[in-house]
């Protein structure tokens, strides 16, 4: 008989032995149960009404049947997560504490628990809905997540909060009513994939964090939509941005990343770009804000190209002292193009600059518009690009494209409303 590789046994020796279920009926505490349980158990918590303020010290399963509702009284943490592989899944979690210097939380998952995984549960009327500190592999998926809307947004906590982590999954969360949507710091090699988040400060405050996925996320009716700060390595894919009351995606301090395919309508700023290096921007529809993009500090080394600019107020507002070129291969879409394209390859056969005087006064005098495609505004436009004293550092788009390249444009320009 061969012998069974050494690996092999060990991985066996690690498994629950008999893993049971305990069964929690209303009336009864669920730390009791924990108490009682062994590694690798189930608890199944019956729908009902129990006290919380209780740590998970060990690894096991904690199962809602029906939907009980968990409540810190508002007390500290609801539930303390102090073991390594620990799931936590269909639970109502209310009511915790609101102290904000001992972070109190619906779910606080403490320095060391690598591979929590909170799932399917409501939060309501939490000061932090989960806070994620020193865990690595940890999972937070399909949730629902709602602050305590009576404060101030200084007062609330961030609804999902990770710090210093490794490997988290954060996915497809319902979010509002907190300081931030999801908050991150020190985090990387992170997911975070289909969270929809609304009423907060920020959608996504991010910082200080390296070699993350940011898709199909959508942040609305906020102050700011994506903060992506001091950071490296991003992929920001297939977002929304929309209806926010600053920028839809900020992008400071940002260094070899891939921004592609987002859309940021409605919003003051669709773009604020400041301190970006060795960034890829491609894709993306930026449409119906008052400004387009808002570039400066220094933002030079980047690709910019196939986005769409449509219906900004004002197209780019770009503070610097040198040109920049973007849309060298494929050409960015420019929706107050004044060019031709006279061999009907596509493109424009002028360049656009974004900051020329007819930009400008559009700018400054949105009547303007009226006469846009005017032969005056064209003649205007050419003869400024002849008198330097008329010109200023700006964006260069050799070959713009002569239509979008996004063909739903025009129900984010109606969603603006532009």
């Not at 998952?109 to 909170?118: F, K, L, Y």
């Not at 007062?155 to 999801?182: H, K, M, P, V, W």
């Not at 959608?203 to 609305?220: D, K």
């Not at 260094?255 to 395919?261: C, E, H, M, R």
Request: proline share 3%; charged share 20%; net charge negative.
């Amino acid at each position: 008989m061969k012998r069974m590789p050494a690996l092999l046994l060990l991985a066996f020796a690690a498994l629950p032995a008999g893993a049971a279920t305990l069964r929690v009926h209303p009336g009864e505490r669920i730390d009791a149960a924990i108490a009682q349980a062994a590694p690798g158990d189930t608890v199944e918590i019956e729908r009902g009404q129990y006290a919380g303020g209780f740590r998970i010290d060990k690894p096991l399963s904690l199962v809602g049947v029906g939907r009980p509702t968990v409540g810190g009284g508002g007390q500290g943490d609801v539930i303390r997560v102090a073991s390594p592989d620990v799931r936590i899944e269909g639970l109502i979690v209310r009511d915790s504490g609101d102290d904000l210097g001992a972070q109190n939380a619906g779910i606080y998952i403490q320095p060391g628990s690598d591979r929590a995984v909170v799932s399917h549960c409501d939060f309501a009327h939490v000061l932090f809905g989960l806070w994620i500190e020193k865990s690595n592999q940890v999972t937070v998926a399909d949730n629902l997540i709602t602050g305590m809307r009576e404060k101030i947004s200084s007062q609330r906590g961030n609804a999902i909060q990770l710090y210093n982590t490794q490997g988290a999954s954060i996915e497809r969360n319902r979010i509002s009513f907190a300081r931030d949507g999801i908050y991150v710091d020190v985090s990387h090699h992170a997911r975070f994939v289909g969270n929809r988040i609304h009423d907060v400060r920020y959608g996504t405050h991010y910082m200080n964090s390296y070699h993350n996925l940011w898709q199909g996320n959508e942040s609305f009716h906020n102050i700011g939509g994506m903060a992506l700060m001091e950071v490296r390595d991003l992929d920001v894919r297939d977002n929304v941005a929309w209806g926010n009351e600053s920028h839809g995606i900020m992008l400071r301090t940002i260094q070899d990343s891939t921004i592609a395919g987002n859309i940021s309508a409605g919003n003051r700023e669709g773009l604020f770009v400041y301190d970006a290096e060795y960034v890829t921007l491609r894709g993306n529809l930026v449409v119906g804000n008052a400004v387009g993009v808002h570039l400066w500090a220094g933002s030079y080394n980047n690709e910019v190209d196939g986005n769409d600019f449509i219906g900004n107020t004002e197209q780019v507002n770009y503070v610097a002292t040198r040109d920049v070129q973007w849309g060298k291969h494929e050409g960015n879409y420019w929706s107050n193009y004044l060019g031709w394209d006279a061999d009907a390859n596509g493109y424009g056969d002028v360049p656009f600059e974004a900051n020329e005087l007819t930009d400008r006064l559009v700018s400054r005098y949105p009547f303007v518009k009226l006469l846009q495609s005017s032969p005056a505004l064209q003649a205007l436009s050419l003869v400024s690009r002849q008198f330097p004293v008329l010109r200023v550092a700006t964006i260069i788009d050799a070959h713009p494209a002569m239509r979008p390249h996004h063909a739903d444009w025009s129900q984010w320009l109606e969603r603006s409303g532009h």
